[in-house]
């Protein structure tokens, strides 16, 4: 694998699209190899499960107003019988899985130069099903940020911006006694959804949502993802990375926000996926998980997601599940 730093030769720069071939679908879950799938299944010592979904309604009403409700709706043929069917089922509404077609980069298209107009209503390039076909299973790893504040004594506000930085990453993991096996699945704990979802429906209606702890937008998170041979990064926040963006390495020159939508200026997101080919997770729920692992000390674990096999899909539930 070349580094991080290898890679501004690439074309375009900083991308792995040479690394992983022409017409690749898969990127960075190319890195769980057999071998490594089979090492990360040792990890399973006690058989405890935690399910890393939250219900696909628990973020109702979603936060940026684009996602309507959900709305689920059983009929019956006879007495007999039950069926059921879902309207306005928006697939990145909840605990969620980018597929490598959902955010391109403005300069250089979306993963593995798929452009705008390929990239339509029609198209399966890059969609959710290539992961779902064999699914995506390895070594999980949790960094557990609240708690690494707390016990340095540091405040921590979960609904505020903070831009987590490689070395704060590095702190983390340190404290916790975790090493870097490669293909690893990051999971990070910043706490947004947990104190989110502990606000009333009606303060939720009013709070302001694009304030979180998250990844800094900064190049050095990309060579700390990229070097350690990351498969898949998940947070329990709505980005993954800081929001809003304060301070970025990745804006675009005389970049104009868009009519409608997020403004996905100077994201994380833009050269994480489109560039990388990075699996990115976003609102997983992590307490539980969390909890159990400060409580034995053991911060990683086996786990398995399985999103939606639907063609085309640019988003999934992840149907997450770690395994300690």
């Known amino acids: 694998m070349p580094t991080y730093d290898e ?38 010592r006690t058989g405890r499960r935690f399910g890393l979904d939250y219900p696909v309604t628990a973020f109702e009403p979603y936060p940026t ?44 298209g979306f993963y593995n130069g798929l452009d705008s107009e390929r990239n339509d209503e029609r198209s399966t390039e890059l969609g959710i099903h290539n992961w779902a076909a064999a699914g995506i299973a390895g070594r999980g790893v949790l960094l557990d940020v609240p708690r690494h504040y707390a016990e340095q004594g540091l405040p921590y506000d979960p609904s505020e911006t903070l831009a987590i930085g490689p070395e704060m990453l590095d702190a983390v993991a340190d404290a916790q006694g975790v090493a870097w096996h490669g293909g690893d699945l990051l999971l990070l704990r910043t706490g947004w959804a947990e104190h989110w979802l502990a606000l009333t429906p009606e303060a939720r209606r009013v709070a302001p949502w694009r304030r979180s702890p998250g990844l800094a937008q900064r190049e050095g998170i990309l060579r700390w993802l990229w070097d350690r041979e990351i498969a898949l990064v998940a947070a329990d926040n709505l980005a993954v990375e800081a929001d809003p963006v304060v301070d970025s390495d990745f804006r675009t020159p005389g970049e104009v926000p868009p009519e409608k939508g997020v403004d996905h200026s100077g994201m994380l997101h833009r050269p ?24 034995d000390g053991v911060y990683d674990f086996f786990l398995t997601c399985k999103p939606l096999n639907l063609p085309g899909g640019v988003g999934s539930p992840p149907n997450a599940i770690a395994i300690k």
């Not at 990127?27 to 399973?44: E, K, P, Y």
């Not at 976003?282 to 969390?290: F, N, V």
Request: proline content about 5%; some cysteine; hydrophobic content about 45%.
């Open 65 to 108: 107003g684009t996602r309507r409700p959900l709305e689920h709706h059983v009929f019956a043929n006879n007495e007999w019988h039950r069926d059921d069917w879902v309207d306005s089922f928006y697939l990145q509404s909840s605990s969620q899985l980018d597929a490598l077609r959902h955010i391109a980069h403005p300069e250089h």
């Open 7 to 44: 890679l501004a030769s690439a074309t375009p720069p900083h991308s792995s699209w040479e690394v992983f071939g022409p017409g690749d679908q898969l990127g960075t879950i190319n890195l769980l190899t057999s071998d490594r799938v089979a090492a990360a299944a040792t990890m399973i």
């Open 272 to 295: 994480l996926i489109a560039l990388l080919g990075m699996a990115v997770g976003e609102l997983w729920k992590l307490d539980e998980l969390a909890a159990d692992c400060a409580e």
